[in-house]
């Protein structure tokens, strides 16, 4: 019996081996294999979040979402894509290019469903629907999609959301993010994506070993996606619509409106625009050649990006800084009247060649003296003057809350000339030209109505902000509040003895400086920065006009826009001039 | 109890019987629960009721067996041994793939009609053939000449099993013929010097191993003194084998070649027979103690499974049953086995001893493969499942095979040794 017994042995120990085996498998290692099963039938499918809804500041919409359709497709593998798409491409039109792209998402996201169209129009989504059976793997699911009322008005400002790209996923700000997710691309958008962002869900579907879909799964719950709570901005949409409507199609320039005391963006349009719905679910690449080719560069925005030579608006700086040193005060004459031009060198000509005569600081500024401020910037000095605007803000951003705001340029000391022109490439002239808003002085015009904010009110600029925080506020004017009333009545004077009363609006005192910008060899810019009610300033703005040749021109604009913000306030008359 | 004594007054050996049927019942509710899929087929959905009725034809054929004697057996060994041999000869030349694989011909057909694969009793025939020729020798076989008859018994059919290729029949045919030599009483140092060559060919891919084995086997040899022609045989068999090792690697189809790196790395072919490996694991572990219950089990339904109701159905017990389902289908295994090798010991004669440990042999080498190939502990043969997987010509074999049992049981109960065991 002993081959009995070795047979018995041989074969307890085979199925104790076995057995061991199972239970390794089916007891201990039995989690990690569910979960292996799990993803095997188990399909995410994303559920993409509406974004947060953005308001201006009377509860207007500015960005909304309306229903939408993606139809993307699940693969296990990218030939099974390709042959998928080919086979869709039987039924609807779908060129090589989102061919393309389908392939590019697959690559990035194999596990989730490659998106074939963003967003779908009602006939594609109804013609696959029909034909379903045909295409394992096909998904179709609402997906919101942004809308912006206004679109063409809110361009500069609110920015678009589209596709998250290859660059951005990559990005530590995008961290946790998808590929095939929306986020915002620029503006408002870009710089409040976090708080905007929809919180992803997910439906889980069960799926076949060749990827057809069986059934929703029931297994794990889905996750509703969610909604951020919606983002108040403070701007005014009526007044944003206005800027749009007046800046004629063929204009160029930019308009910033801030509430002086807060920082408030009240408007902030760029001009020529676009319409960012375009924008939406991926830009056509035809549309946005268009948009790169335009000579007039709508894609830039110019209220924040477009830095131009301030001009008149400029002198309001240099008042102040001598001010500041004690050099003059508002009643200061200087030792040469206004004959039309001021020899220093050379002749340094008077935007009037009558002159202006003997004038005080703030008669100069009233009539924008050119020869009165050359003298000015001469007591002053080219280190002080520099020093000057670097405290006054000109040589930095405005730290506004949205993305890609441009530095003004603004030499911060005299190392600039010679980094740009050589020890000897220049001279001290440039002070004269500096006083006056010219040579190397280029200010956006969000950094103007900055500057004027603190003009507006006691001395403190406010950083402009389009979404309501607190007010942070700078103390960059060190004047008296006798120095300060004073330039706040010579700028009202400028106003009531000017030139531009074809701008007046009846009831209403606006304190604002035209400028005229020298660009050559375009034609000169147009400029107005001001405030308004005079007495007791609700908006701050600034306006230019690119070859609106004369500062009375962006002054007949900015009064209107003004007025219509104001309306409410009517009472007293006003007067511009330059 | 009037069944139960009417089974002993025939003295059927109703444990025996019972577990088979139980075995068989069993098989039966996991094909049926194979064919229990989220996308229709047909073809599979009716693969239970096509076997419930090939076990009640097996049933009928088993009654007949039973009515027949030990001897009668004894004789037809070989006729039929010499039928299947044929038959096996004719499937070289008729053959089909049956959809398998198209360059392996393993099924008889007539006008389309599968009839079975001829492999399937060869294993029956050369059972009791072997059976019928070991018996014959008064002495244990005392060295390797000694084993011409009952090797060339096994040689023939298992060459043209191997010429198909059928490699998981052909290592059933090896299993039988070692357990059987071991039953006959050959000394396990003979059996080592007869395996020797195959292992060297296994161990030849790694030199260091293969040097091991073989100092062990040239001290076994100088240690057991066989003849000297044949220690010399031997070593040179296993020298050979040992060097030509890669090159009859070469000569494997790359199907095979595949099949037996993928045993090693399921990995390397996740597409294919790594996928069903890899998809096997996965139902079984997912399984868990309880399993996710039966026709529930989501890798069969999703078809993440492969051969569900044929080869892998194992892995569906593992699924649907768990760990539980998968210790009951063993248990009844494991008593069969103990229960045939009982019969074996018990046999009055030599004959019917030998024949029964091979029929155990058999069953065990296809369990062991098959179920060991589901958790990859085997490399994937497609060997199946004896009263589990689907395939008529199988199932009626194996109840063959227990009517061979229940006979010789019913002659040899309450005998002293037949064979000196």
Same mark, same amino acid.
């Given at each position: 019996?002993?081959?009995?017994?070795?047979?018995?042995?041989?074969?307890?120990?085979?199925?104790?081996?076995?057995?061991?085996?199972?239970?390794?498998?089916?007891?201990?290692?039995?989690?990690?294999?569910?979960?292996?099963?799990?993803?095997?039938?188990?399909?995410?499918?994303?559920?993409?979040?509406?974004?947060? &809804? *953005?308001?201006?500041?009377?509860?207007?919409?500015?960005?909304?979402?309306?229903?939408?359709?993606?139809?993307?497709?699940?693969?296990?593998?990218?030939?099974?894509?390709?042959?998928?798409?080919?086979?869709?491409?039987?039924?609807?039109?779908?060129?090589?290019? %989102?061919?393309?792209?389908?392939?590019?998402?697959?690559?990035?996201?194999?596990?989730?469903?490659?998106?074939?169209?963003?967003?779908?129009?009602?006939?594609?989504?109804?013609?696959?629907?029909?034909?379903?059976?045909?295409?394992? /793997?096909?998904?179709?699911?609402?997906?919101?999609?942004?809308?912006?009322?206004?679109?063409?008005?809110?361009?500069?400002?609110?920015?678009?959301?589209?596709?998250?790209?290859?660059?951005?996923?990559?990005?530590?700000?995008?961290?946790?993010?998808?590929?095939? %997710?929306? *986020?915002?691309?620029? /503006?408002?958008?870009?710089?409040?994506?976090?708080?905007?962002?929809?919180?992803?869900?997910?439906?889980?579907?069960?799926?076949?070993?060749?990827?057809?879909?069986?059934?929703?799964?029931?297994?794990?719950?889905?996750?509703?996606?969610?909604?951020?709570?919606?983002?108040?901005?403070?701007?005014?949409?009526?007044?944003?619509?206005?800027?749009?409507?007046?800046?004629?199609?063929?204009?160029?320039?930019?308009?910033?409106?801030?509430?002086?005391?807060?920082?408030?963006?009240?408007?902030?349009?760029?001009?020529?625009?676009?319409? &960012?719905?375009?924008?939406?679910? @991926?830009?056509?690449?035809?549309?946005?050649?268009?948009?790169?080719?335009?000579?007039?560069?709508?894609?830039?925005?110019?209220?924040?990006?477009?830095?131009?030579?301030?001009?008149?608006? $400029?002198?309001?700086?240099?008042?102040?800084?001598?001010?500041?040193?004690?050099?003059?005060?508002?009643?200061?004459?200087?030792?040469?009247?206004?004959?039309?031009?001021?020899?220093?060198?050379?002749?340094?000509?008077?935007?009037?060649?009558? /002159?202006? @005569?003997?004038?005080?600081?703030?008669?100069?500024?009233?009539?924008?003296?050119?020869?009165?401020?050359?003298?000015?910037?001469?007591?002053?000095?080219?280190?002080?003057?520099?020093?000057?605007?670097?405290?006054?803000?000109?040589?930095?951003?405005?730290?506004?809350?949205?993305?890609?705001?441009?530095?003004?340029?603004?030499?911060?000391?005299?190392?600039?000339?010679?980094?740009?022109?050589?020890?000897?490439? $220049?001279?001290?002239?440039?002070?004269?030209?500096?006083?006056?808003?010219?040579?190397?002085?280029?200010?956006?015009?969000?950094?103007?109505?900055?500057?004027?904010?603190?003009?507006?009110?006691?001395?403190?600029?406010?950083?402009? %902000?389009?979404?309501?925080?607190?007010?942070?506020?700078?103390?960059?004017?060190?004047?008296?509040?006798?120095?300060?009333?004073?330039?706040?009545?010579?700028?009202?004077?400028?106003?009531?003895?000017?030139?531009?009363?074809?701008?007046?609006?009846?009831?209403?005192? *606006?304190? /604002?400086?035209?400028?005229?910008?020298?660009?050559?060899?375009?034609?000169?810019?147009? $400029?107005?920065?001001?405030?308004?009610?005079?007495?007791?300033?609700?908006?701050?703005?600034?306006?230019?006009?690119?070859?609106?040749?004369?500062?009375?021109?962006?002054?007949?604009?900015?009064?209107?826009?003004?007025?219509?913000?104001?309306?409410?306030?009517?009472?007293?008359?006003?007067?511009?001039?330059? | 109890?009037?069944?139960?004594?009417?089974l002993?007054?025939q003295s059927i050996d109703f444990p025996l019987l019972l577990i088979a049927l139980?075995?068989?019942?069993?098989?039966?509710?996991?094909?049926?629960?194979?064919?229990?899929?989220?996308?229709?087929?047909?073809?599979?959905?009716?693969? =239970?009721?096509?076997?419930?009725?090939?076990?009640?034809?097996?049933l009928?054929v088993t009654w007949v067996v039973t009515r027949g004697s030990v001897?009668?057996i004894?004789?037809?060994?070989?006729?039929?041994?010499?039928?299947?041999?044929?038959?096996?000869?004719?499937?070289?030349?008729?053959?089909?793939?049956?959809?398998?694989?198209?360059?392996?011909?393993?099924?008889?057909?007539?006008?389309?009609?599968?009839?079975?694969?001829?492999?399937?009793?060869?294993?029956?025939?050369?059972?009791?053939?072997?059976?019928?020729?070991?018996?014959?020798?008064?002495?244990?076989? !005392?060295?390797?000449?000694?084993?011409? !008859?009952?090797?060339?018994?096994?040689?023939?059919? =298992?060459?043209?099993?191997?010429?198909?290729?059928?490699?998981?029949?052909?290592?059933?045919?090896?299993?039988?013929?070692?357990?059987?030599?071991?039953?006959?009483?050959?000394?396990?140092?003979?059996?080592?010097?007869?395996?020797?060559?195959?292992?060297?060919?296994?161990?030849?891919?790694?030199?260091?191993?293969?040097?091991?084995?073989?100092?062990?086997?040239?001290?076994?040899?100088?240690?057991? !003194?066989?003849?000297?022609?044949?220690?010399?045989?031997?070593?040179?068999?296993?020298?050979?084998?040992?060097?030509?090792?890669?090159?009859?690697?070469?000569?494997?189809?790359?199907?095979?070649?595949?099949?037996?790196?993928?045993?090693?790395?399921?990995?390397?072919?996740?597409?294919?027979?790594?996928?069903?490996?890899?998809?096997?694991?996965?139902?079984?572990?997912?399984?868990?103690?309880?399993?996710?219950?039966?026709?529930?089990?989501?890798?069969?339904?999703?078809?993440?499974?492969?051969?569900?109701?044929?080869?892998?159905?194992?892995?569906?017990?593992?699924?649907?049953?768990?760990?539980?389902?998968?210790?009951?289908?063993?248990?009844?295994?494991?008593?069969l086995?103990?229960r045939s090798?009982?019969v074996?010991?018990?046999?009055?004669?030599?004959?019917p001893?030998?024949?029964a440990?091979?029929l155990?042999?058999? =069953?065990?080498?296809?369990?062991?493969?098959?179920?060991?190939?589901?958790?990859?502990?085997?490399?994937?043969?497609?060997?199946?499942?004896?009263?589990?997987?689907?395939?008529?010509?199988?199932?009626?074999?194996?109840w063959i095979a227990v009517a061979v049992l229940l006979r010789i049981s019913a002659e040899g109960r309450?005998?002293?040794?037949?064979?000196?065991?």
């Amino acid at each position: 019996m002993r081959r009995a017994r070795v047979a018995r042995g041989l074969l307890f120990a085979s199925f104790l081996a076995l057995g061991a085996a199972f239970f390794r498998a089916q007891v201990l290692e039995s989690a990690a294999y569910a979960l292996q099963a799990e993803s095997n039938r188990l399909r995410e499918v994303p559920l993409p979040g509406a974004r947060g &809804i *953005i308001y201006d500041r009377k509860g207007e919409i500015i960005a909304e979402n309306l229903p939408g359709y993606s139809v993307s497709i699940l693969s296990p593998t990218e030939d099974s894509l390709r042959s998928a798409l080919r086979t869709l491409s039987q039924v609807v039109t779908i060129d090589s290019a %989102q061919q393309a792209l389908a392939v590019r998402r697959y690559r990035r996201a194999p596990t989730r469903p490659a998106v074939i169209f963003n967003d779908a129009s009602f006939q594609v989504v109804s013609v696959l629907e029909e034909r379903r059976v045909e295409f394992p /793997g096909l998904i179709i699911q609402s997906a919101p999609k942004r809308y912006y009322p206004d679109g063409e008005a809110m361009a500069a400002l609110v920015g678009y959301t589209g596709e998250i790209s290859e660059d951005e996923l990559a990005r530590d700000r995008f961290e946790g993010y998808k590929a095939g %997710q929306q *986020i915002g691309k620029a /503006g408002v958008e870009l710089e409040y994506e976090e708080q905007l962002r929809g919180r992803e869900g997910s439906r889980f579907v069960e799926v076949d070993a060749r990827n057809r879909v069986v059934r929703d799964a029931g297994v794990r719950p889905d996750v509703q996606p969610e909604a951020p709570p919606p983002l108040r901005t403070n701007i005014d949409l009526d007044l944003q619509k206005y800027a749009h409507d007046y800046f004629a199609d063929s204009l160029r320039g930019a308009v910033v409106a801030l509430e002086p005391t807060t920082g408030g963006v009240l408007a902030l349009y760029s001009a020529p625009s676009y319409d &960012i719905n375009r924008f939406v679910g @991926g830009v056509s690449s035809a549309f946005f050649q268009t948009l790169l080719s335009d000579p007039h560069t709508p894609l830039v925005n110019r209220a924040i990006q477009g830095t131009y030579p301030p001009a008149s608006t $400029w002198k309001l700086a240099t008042a102040v800084i001598g001010l500041q040193l004690g050099l003059v005060t508002m009643d200061t004459r200087m030792e040469q009247p206004c004959t039309g031009g001021y020899y220093y060198g050379r002749v340094f000509k008077c935007w009037d060649k009558r /002159g202006h @005569g003997d004038v005080t600081l703030a008669q100069a500024i009233a009539k924008s003296c050119d020869v009165y401020f050359y003298q000015l910037g001469l007591k002053i000095g080219l280190n002080r003057l520099l020093a000057g605007g670097v405290k006054l803000g000109f040589g930095e951003k405005t730290g506004i809350d949205i993305p890609n705001e441009r530095t003004p340029t603004w030499p911060e000391n005299t190392d600039y000339f010679d980094r740009k022109y050589g020890a000897r490439g $220049w001279n001290k002239s440039v002070a004269l030209s500096l006083s006056i808003g010219q040579a190397n002085n280029a200010q956006t015009p969000l950094n103007m109505a900055r500057f004027y904010t603190a003009l507006a009110t006691d001395g403190r600029a406010a950083t402009p %902000q389009v979404v309501a925080h607190e007010p942070e506020r700078k103390q960059i004017l060190d004047l008296t509040p006798e120095q300060l009333d004073g330039v706040k009545l010579a700028l009202a004077d400028v106003v009531s003895r000017g030139t531009a009363a074809g701008a007046r609006i009846q009831g209403l005192t *606006i304190a /604002g400086k035209t400028g005229t910008a020298q660009v050559p060899p375009l034609k000169d810019f147009a $400029w107005f920065v001001g405030y308004a009610p005079a007495d007791e300033p609700k908006i701050v703005l600034a306006i230019v006009i690119e070859e609106g040749l004369h500062g009375s021109t962006a002054a007949r604009v900015a009064t209107k826009l003004m007025e219509r913000y104001l309306k409410a306030q009517l009472t007293m008359t006003s007067v511009i001039s330059d | 109890m009037p069944f139960t004594s009417v089974l002993r007054r025939q003295s059927i050996d109703f444990p025996l019987l019972l577990i088979a049927l139980l075995l068989t019942g069993f098989g039966i509710a996991m094909v049926f629960s194979a064919g229990q899929i989220d996308a229709p087929s047909t073809l599979i959905a009716g693969a =239970w009721k096509r076997q419930s009725a090939w076990f009640a034809l097996s049933l009928v054929v088993t009654w007949v067996v039973t009515r027949g004697s030990v001897r009668l057996i004894e004789w037809s060994a070989w006729p039929l041994y010499a039928l299947s041999c044929a038959l096996l000869v004719l499937v070289l030349f008729v053959g089909t793939g049956a959809g398998t694989a198209a360059s392996v011909k393993g099924w008889l057909s007539i006008g389309g009609i599968r009839l079975g694969q001829p492999a399937e009793l060869a294993k029956l025939a050369t059972t009791l053939m072997l059976a019928r020729v070991l018996a014959a020798q008064r002495e244990p076989p !005392r060295s390797l000449v000694d084993l011409w !008859r009952p090797l060339l018994v096994v040689g023939i059919p =298992w060459l043209l099993v191997m010429k198909q290729p059928d490699l998981g029949t052909g290592i059933v045919f090896i299993g039988i013929c070692f357990a059987m030599l071991f039953w006959a009483g050959v000394q396990w140092q003979l059996l080592v010097m007869l395996a020797s060559p195959g292992i060297s060919l296994v161990l030849a891919f790694s030199t260091g191993i293969w040097g091991a084995w073989f100092l062990m086997l040239v001290a076994l040899v100088l240690w057991y !003194r066989p003849y000297l022609a044949e220690g010399v045989v031997v070593i040179v068999a296993n020298v050979v084998t040992g060097v030509v090792a890669p090159l009859l690697w070469d000569k494997l189809k790359p199907y095979q070649q595949k099949r037996l790196l993928v045993f090693l790395d399921p990995s390397i072919d996740m597409k294919g027979s790594g996928y069903h490996v890899t998809q096997s694991k996965v139902a079984i572990g997912s399984g868990g103690l309880f399993g996710q219950g039966f026709t529930q089990g989501s890798q069969k339904r999703l078809q993440f499974l492969p051969e569900r109701h044929t080869d892998f159905i194992f892995s569906v017990v593992g699924e649907e049953l768990g760990f539980l389902g998968v210790s009951l289908a063993l248990a009844l295994f494991l008593a069969l086995f103990l229960r045939s090798t009982r019969v074996a010991s018990r046999a009055n004669d030599a004959f019917p001893s030998l024949a029964a440990f091979g029929l155990v042999a058999a =069953w065990f080498v296809h369990v062991m493969v098959n179920v060991g190939m589901t958790l990859n502990l085997m490399p994937v043969t497609g060997i199946p499942l004896p009263f589990f997987s689907y395939g008529p010509s199988f199932l009626l074999v194996s109840w063959i095979a227990v009517a061979v049992l229940l006979r010789i049981s019913a002659e040899g109960r309450g005998q002293p040794d037949a064979i000196g065991l």
